[in-house]
């Protein structure tokens, strides 16, 4: 009877080892959700993005990059290109 004792502990050793390795992966998902906070953070980007077009300068070109920044050339300048300080 000892014996089998000692085989159904290995067993349910081995099951909470197992568990404990699912739980793992399991944790994995969990991670995925952690995603959803940089949308916040960009939703605030969003915010400071008309923030600092509330007080345009108007001497300057203002034309906005794909990053968000802003051309500090001279409004209507001659050069081809915009200038992002
Ligand atoms: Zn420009």
Redesign the pocket.
């Known amino acids: 009877m000892s014996k089998l004792d000692a085989v159904r502990a290995l067993r349910e050793a081995r099951f909470e080892q197992e568990r404990s390795r699912a739980a793992k992966p399991a944790a994995r998902p969990k991670a995925v959700p952690v995603a959803p906070p940089p949308a916040p953070a960009a939703k605030t980007a969003r915010k400071a993005q008309p923030a600092e077009s509330a007080a345009p300068d108007e001497s300057l070109?203002g034309?906005r990059n794909i990053s968000g920044r802003t051309?500090t050339?001279e409004k209507g300048?001659a050069a081809k290109t915009?200038?992002y300080g």
């Open positions: 070109c034309h051309c050339r300048h915009h200038r």
